[in-house]
């Protein structure tokens, strides 16, 4: 695009002054940018605004008017009564191991398929990307019939099945997200050079030292971005633990999320607080791990 | 995974061999050593595993569920299609079900996907503030569904929601538009926040498809007389077809999963039905009508498997090129 307005676009716009367009154009370009942002972000910043008031408030007067009390008593009230605490722990439980093995396999299994080259990586692949294309309700009873009959120790699981455990819920995320990553890795190390891993394999180095040493260091930009998205997907199903969880003490917190809409329908203004510290570690989540981000989608195809 | 045992590492030396038998004869320039192979049978096996297990066996689980009556508790007895019959005759809520995933894959792919490569293509060109639209336009992606579905309850609720009150509408003498209350128009409220996530995402994805098509091949058509327009949609938008490839998965997948979305603003009902949640009420709901419900699964997974063949016959011509 730059190439363009620098090269042959001043004979292109002819007698106007061409640096004019060039500047209105930006100017519009601002303008749209902005307004767009500004729409994207609305329903946020009025969930937020609408949690800092009292319902009595916003009943009389609409949720666009100007505040005359704003505080975070909502907030206290969301995270105290529905047990946010305990809720937030168990998302922790469930969300954090599932993406480190999700990644961790699917990385592996995509350098079987893009740099080992086994016989039939393709069709490994295939499995696992049309795997992750199924809609999850399609194994909803399976999974669940299957789970209440595979026992595990007392340790493990307090409901000695793997129904109601956190062992059940991780298990299905892992089996059902590595496919997207799967996909989303061979690509990637598709793209990598070859010649450092082919140095290795010069100097001995076995399979394992080839991808944990060699390969999964140059895949961190893809590693990190799919870590964000993975961490969100897995943070904010409320499907499968829904149907694979029957106590309420283990839920991961978007259930704990629909339990303040059971026992307050009508104050939306304390469910808009819910949803906001609901949202909140994703929200931080994605704004620390942007550097990553941004760092990922800018290295694409790396070059030596 | 048995394949993974004999696998061949052929990079640098095959050429030569290869050029005279380019199928049979690769030679293997280095064996793969029995702790390569433990390896690679183990931490590839256990993948494979819980994927065969979890996803591709319980698929195959419901199709049987489906030609049943079973309720969860008792014995299951074989009815052959008999809940297809009643499905396709006797329960109103399908048709609806099917015309709504249709309408979200339509609305996604013809509206929300479009605007999201527009945004990718404007913050391409490195313009002021770019990372702050950025951030803006992606923040939508990292919510939940179900957080969303409650958000759009303060935004379109009928009596004191924002947009009423920025219409005008609230008040005496008024005849508000219930957005989420009225059966013909909740869909479409809903489509747009599901619209307003998606486009972000869609965003990101280009982003990264554009900063990898090579500045050279815009330069080439920018010499030979090309304007921005052509050379986006004959040079650089074919380049990404890898990342066309991506989106047109994701916007399928979204389309063929939404749920959480309707399940939070009214269960899924009034409106606004769709197969997965008909599904779930079939399944886990106080009828426990498990066979029935597979049955709806059933149709849904015909749908997406033929998505999902159109998929695999791209990526087979991409292998074969």
């Known amino acids: ?304 | 995974m048995t394949a993974g045992a004999p696998a061949a590492v052929a990079p640098a030396a095959a050429p030569e061999q290869g050029r005279r038998r380019p199928r049979a004869g690769r030679r293997r320039i280095r064996r793969l050593t029995t702790r390569d192979r433990l390896v690679i049978t183990v931490l590839l096996g256990l993948p494979l595993l819980f994927t065969f297990v979890l996803v591709w066996a319980t698929t195959l689980a419901s199709i049987g569920l489906s030609f049943t009556n079973w309720d969860g508790i008792g014995s299951a007895k074989f009815i052959g299609i008999d809940n297809y019959k009643e499905l396709f005759t006797n329960y109103p809520p399908f048709a609806t079900a099917i015309w709504h995933n249709l309408l979200w894959l339509g609305f996604l792919a013809l509206v929300a996907t479009p605007l999201g490569l527009l945004f990718a293509v404007l913050l391409d060109r490195k313009v002021r503030f770019g990372r702050f639209y950025q951030s803006a336009l992606y923040l939508p992606v990292v919510l939940s569904l179900a957080v969303i579905g409650f958000i759009s309850q303060l935004i379109f609720a009928r009596d004191d929601g924002i947009l009423n009150t920025l219409l005008g509408a609230t008040g005496q003498g008024q005849h508000p538009v219930d957005w989420i209350g009225d059966p013909h128009i909740n869909i479409w409220v809903v489509l747009v926040m599901a619209g307003w996530r998606h486009a972000g995402y869609v965003m990101v994805l280009y982003l990264a498809g554009l900063k990898g098509v090579d500045p050279s091949l815009k330069e080439a058509a920018a010499i030979d007389g090309a304007n921005a327009r052509q050379t986006f949609f004959r040079v650089v938008f074919p380049v990404m077809r890898p990342v066309n490839i991506i989106v047109g998965v994701i916007t399928v997948i979204e389309a063929l999963r939404a749920f959480d979305i309707v399940y939070a603003i009214n269960g899924g009902t009034n409106g606004l039905e769709l197969l997965s949640v008909l599904i779930t009420d079939n399944i886990i709901g106080e009828a426990s009508r498990i066979g029935f419900g597979s049955a709806i699964a059933v149709v849904l997974l015909l749908i997406s498997v033929g998505c999902i063949v159109a998929y695999c016959m791209t990526e087979l011509r991409e292998e074969k090129t």
């Open chain 1, 1 to 304: 695009m730059t190439a363009i307005a620098a090269g042959p676009a001043p004979k292109a716009t002819g007698a106007k002054d061409p640096r004019a367009a060039v500047a209105s154009r930006r100017v519009g370009l601002h303008v749209f940018l902005a307004a767009v942002s500004l729409l994207w972000l609305a329903p946020l910043l009025l969930a937020v605004y609408a949690s800092l008031r009292p319902y009595q408030e916003t009943a009389k007067y609409g949720y666009f008017s100007w505040p005359h009390h704003l505080s975070f008593a909502y907030y206290r009230e969301a995270f105290t009564q529905s047990g946010m605490a305990q809720h937030f722990l168990n998302t922790l439980l469930i969300a954090v191991p599932a993406v480190l093995l999700t990644l961790f396999f699917a990385s592996f299994v995509a350098f079987c398929i893009a740099r080992v080259r086994i016989r039939g990586g393709f069709f490994i692949l295939i499995l696992f990307t049309a795997g992750n294309l199924l809609p999850p309700q399609v194994m909803v009873t399976p999974v669940y019939e299957l789970f209440t009959r595979i026992p595990l120790p007392y340790w493990m699981s307090d409901s000695l099945t793997m129904y109601d455990s956190y062992w059940g819920v991780i298990a299905i995320h892992i089996a059902f997200q590595t496919g997207f990553c799967v996909f989303v890795m061979t690509n990637f190390m598709k793209a990598l050079p070859e010649e450092l891993r082919e140095a290795a394999i010069v100097d001995g180095a076995g399979v394992w030292t080839q991808f944990w040493r060699i390969t999964l260091p140059l895949c961190r930009p893809a590693l990190a971005a799919l870590a964000t998205l993975e961490f969100a997907w897995i943070y904010n199903d409320f499907l499968w633990a829904l149907v694979l969880m029957s106590s309420g003490d283990k839920m991961p917190v978007t259930s704990a999320l629909n339990n303040l809409k059971g026992q307050y329908f009508q104050d939306y203004n304390l469910l808009a607080a819910g949803s906001v510290l609901v949202a909140l570690p994703t929200v931080i989540l994605f704004f620390i791990l942007q550097r990553h981000f941004i760092a990922g989608l800018t290295l694409g195809a790396t070059k030596g």
